[in-house]
């Protein structure tokens, strides 16, 4: 049997990477393809929990009039949308999941329930978090780095679409960006990196929380980050 390196992971998708090429909504075909190697962690015995974004449908800071509270509420259940799109794919291939949210919502999901939660882990479900915190003013990078203090999981896994780990500068804009293989969450803060916002990444600094910045656009990144191949940028304390 494959040996993976983590037991219990928190793996951070963006709204963006489920929505492949049109940058907006739901592609299908991409989900089906992320839930594919989910699967393959699950199968291998790797409890995997999921924060989804919703940054494909809203996002709370884009707005320009709207108050902000409300703008939140409006990206928050964004998210709620895409952690049922991810369920209902997952379980067409047969895995066993459960939706928990930070706002209750008690006919589509579970009320998030840190024990709860955990249980199911224990039994093999694959759990998805959504409503990111619950609480406006944050992202749900910082909800996936909470996530990852409450139920104690050993990596915090970050998805990214479009880049494949942490550089210099922005690599679109500048070919001679320089890729770190390893990085510090002090430098990360220090040198204004654009890994995370400042809020998840001292929560995930404060609480000894290992992330890894990758790839989702190349095929079974997430089953080799797991099994602990090198790929992307590994932050530590
Ligand atoms: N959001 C929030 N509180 C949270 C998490 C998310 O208010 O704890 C709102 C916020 O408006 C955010 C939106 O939900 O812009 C979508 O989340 P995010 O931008 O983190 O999604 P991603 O960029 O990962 O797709």
Same mark, same amino acid.
Request: glycine share 10%; charged share 25%.
């Given at each position: 049997?494959?040996?993976?390196? !983590?037991? /219990?992971?928190?793996?951070?998708?963006?709204?963006?990477?489920?929505?492949?090429?049109?940058?907006?909504?739901?592609?299908?075909? &991409?989900?089906?393809?992320?839930?594919?190697?989910?699967?393959?962690?699950?199968?291998?015995?790797?409890?995997?929990?999921? *924060? @989804? =974004?919703?940054?494909?449908?809203?996002?709370? /800071?884009?707005?320009?009039?709207?108050?902000?509270?409300?703008?939140?509420?409006?990206?928050?259940?964004?998210?709620?949308?895409?952690?049922?799109?991810?369920?209902?794919?997952?379980?067409?291939?047969?895995?066993?999941?459960? @939706?928990? &949210?930070?706002?209750?919502?008690?006919?589509?999901?579970?009320? !998030? #329930?840190? /024990?709860?939660?955990? /249980?199911?882990?224990?039994?093999?479900?694959?759990?998805?978090?959504?409503?990111?915190?619950?609480?406006? !003013?944050? &992202? &749900?990078?910082?909800?996936?780095?909470?996530?990852?203090?409450? #139920?104690?999981?050993?990596?915090?896994?970050?998805?990214?679409?479009? @880049?494949? =780990? *942490? !550089?210099?500068?922005?690599?679109?804009?500048?070919?001679?960006?320089?890729?770190?293989?390893?990085?510090?969450?002090?430098?990360?803060?220090?040198?204004?990196?654009?890994?995370?916002?400042?809020?998840?990444?001292?929560?995930?600094?404060?609480?000894?929380?290992?992330?890894?910045?990758?790839? #989702?656009?190349?095929?079974?990144?997430?089953?080799?980050? *797991?099994?602990?191949?090198?790929?992307?940028? *590994?932050?530590?304390?």
């Amino acid at each position: 049997m494959t040996k993976a390196k !983590y037991k /219990r992971i928190v793996l951070k998708l963006s709204g963006e990477a489920l929505s492949g090429e049109k940058g907006f909504g739901i592609d299908e075909n &991409t989900i089906t393809r992320i839930s594919n190697e989910i699967k393959k962690l699950n199968d291998i015995g790797v409890e995997v929990a999921i *924060v @989804v =974004g919703g940054g494909n449908f809203w996002r709370g /800071r884009s707005s320009k009039g709207m108050d902000r509270t409300t703008s939140d509420y409006m990206g928050m259940l964004g998210t709620v949308i895409n952690a049922l799109a991810l369920q209902d794919a997952l379980e067409e291939i047969g895995v066993i999941t459960r @939706v928990q &949210t930070a706002i209750e919502m008690r006919q589509i999901a579970e009320p !998030y #329930i840190r /024990r709860r939660a955990i /249980r199911h882990l224990e039994k093999g479900r694959v759990v998805i978090f959504a409503a990111g915190s619950g609480n406006p !003013y944050f &992202t &749900t990078d910082t909800a996936a780095a909470l996530r990852a203090a409450e #139920i104690e999981a050993n990596v915090m896994l970050l998805a990214k679409k479009g @880049v494949d =780990g *942490v !550089y210099d500068s922005d690599p679109k804009l500048n070919i001679s960006a320089k890729k770190f293989d390893n990085l510090k969450y002090i430098d990360v803060l220090n040198l204004g990196l654009g890994v995370m916002d400042s809020t998840a990444t001292s929560l995930c600094m404060d609480n000894k929380i290992p992330l890894i910045v990758f790839g #989702i656009d190349s095929p079974d990144n997430i089953i080799d980050v *797991v099994l602990g191949k090198k790929i992307g940028t *590994v932050i530590k304390e």
